[in-house]
């Protein structure tokens, strides 16, 4: 099992009364799932999302990758987890405006150390495995919203991570370009060579439907999670 949460909870404290985001989430997650996190508003999807990308931290339960502990890394682990094993998309797109297409993809090598030289190489590749070879000199305000979410995605692959999160992917794209981004994470999590987990937080039914995988959420439980009968007949 690539990701797996035993008993999380998540309590936020608030003004001397406790608010438990997370209420004891068991949830085993693997490569090769597409899976989309659903629930109204407050029921706790970014919480869970920031957890599976250690972006946050369990108030009690485990959380383990691959099968190792790390609910609780120090601040270095947990940055260097971040940015080897997950790659984060999110509603607006986040891309620096200054830089071009290939640039902001070759964001997070520059972070692991790299020179802009020695990443342009990966950048381009990451680049064209979204469909963007002929973007790369653009920059974030020369491309239409789907083309920028396709960049968010090649920046978000750059390390070549087993984890794919993504918040609202499709938030702020009409129906024709939110399909495109949701066939190119739907590829990622299928692609044979290097299967991965792409785990979505949305509140758009189209895009629900999409994954193979749903896991809906109210106030802080799992009330439902459900596989599309081919994602179980593929298991078989
Ligand atoms: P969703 O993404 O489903 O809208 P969230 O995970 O953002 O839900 O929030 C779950 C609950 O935790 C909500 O009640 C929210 O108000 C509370 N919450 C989230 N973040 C914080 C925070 N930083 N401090 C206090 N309460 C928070
Ligand atoms: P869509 O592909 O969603 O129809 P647009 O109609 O916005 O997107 O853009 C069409 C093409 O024009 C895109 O491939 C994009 O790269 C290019 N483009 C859009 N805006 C600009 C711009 N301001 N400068 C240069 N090229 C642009």
């Given at each position: 099992m690539l990701l797996e949460l035993r008993e999380v909870e998540r309590v936020y404290r608030v003004g001397g009364a406790d608010v438990r985001?997370?209420?004891?989430i068991d949830l085993a997650l693997d490569a090769g799932e597409f899976v989309a996190v659903t629930g109204p508003s407050g029921a706790g999807k970014s919480t869970l999302l920031h957890i599976l990308g250690a972006l946050d931290t369990p108030s009690s339960g485990s959380v383990r990758f691959d099968g190792a502990e790390?609910?609780?890394?120090g601040d270095r682990a947990q940055s260097e987890f971040r940015l080897r094993r997950v790659g984060f998309v999110f509603q607006f797109f986040n891309?620096?405006?200054?830089?071009t297409a290939w640039e902001n993809v070759a964001v997070p090598a520059l972070l692991g150390g790299q020179s802009l030289a020695r990443a342009r190489p990966a950048a381009t590749r990451s680049l064209e495995s979204v469909g963007l070879g002929d973007r790369a000199e653009h920059r974030p305000a020369e491309l239409s919203g789907g083309q920028m979410q396709r960049v968010a995605v090649a920046r978000a692959l750059m390390m070549d991570p087993p984890v794919i999160l993504a918040d609202e992917?499709?938030?702020?794209?009409?129906s024709k370009t939110g399909r495109e981004v949701l066939d190119v994470l739907g590829a990622l999590a299928k692609d044979t060579a290097a299967p991965r987990l792409v785990v979505m937080v949305t509140h758009d039914r189209t895009a629900a439907e999409w994954a193979d995988r749903r896991v809906s959420l109210v106030d802080g439980k799992i009330r439902a999670d459900t596989r599309s009968a081919d994602a179980v007949a593929a298991e078989v």
């Amino acid at each position: 099992m690539l990701l797996e949460l035993r008993e999380v909870e998540r309590v936020y404290r608030v003004g001397g009364a406790d608010v438990r985001a997370l209420d004891g989430i068991d949830l085993a997650l693997d490569a090769g799932e597409f899976v989309a996190v659903t629930g109204p508003s407050g029921a706790g999807k970014s919480t869970l999302l920031h957890i599976l990308g250690a972006l946050d931290t369990p108030s009690s339960g485990s959380v383990r990758f691959d099968g190792a502990e790390i609910g609780g890394l120090g601040d270095r682990a947990q940055s260097e987890f971040r940015l080897r094993r997950v790659g984060f998309v999110f509603q607006f797109f986040n891309l620096l405006p200054t830089l071009t297409a290939w640039e902001n993809v070759a964001v997070p090598a520059l972070l692991g150390g790299q020179s802009l030289a020695r990443a342009r190489p990966a950048a381009t590749r990451s680049l064209e495995s979204v469909g963007l070879g002929d973007r790369a000199e653009h920059r974030p305000a020369e491309l239409s919203g789907g083309q920028m979410q396709r960049v968010a995605v090649a920046r978000a692959l750059m390390m070549d991570p087993p984890v794919i999160l993504a918040d609202e992917p499709t938030g702020n794209l009409d129906s024709k370009t939110g399909r495109e981004v949701l066939d190119v994470l739907g590829a990622l999590a299928k692609d044979t060579a290097a299967p991965r987990l792409v785990v979505m937080v949305t509140h758009d039914r189209t895009a629900a439907e999409w994954a193979d995988r749903r896991v809906s959420l109210v106030d802080g439980k799992i009330r439902a999670d459900t596989r599309s009968a081919d994602a179980v007949a593929a298991e078989v």
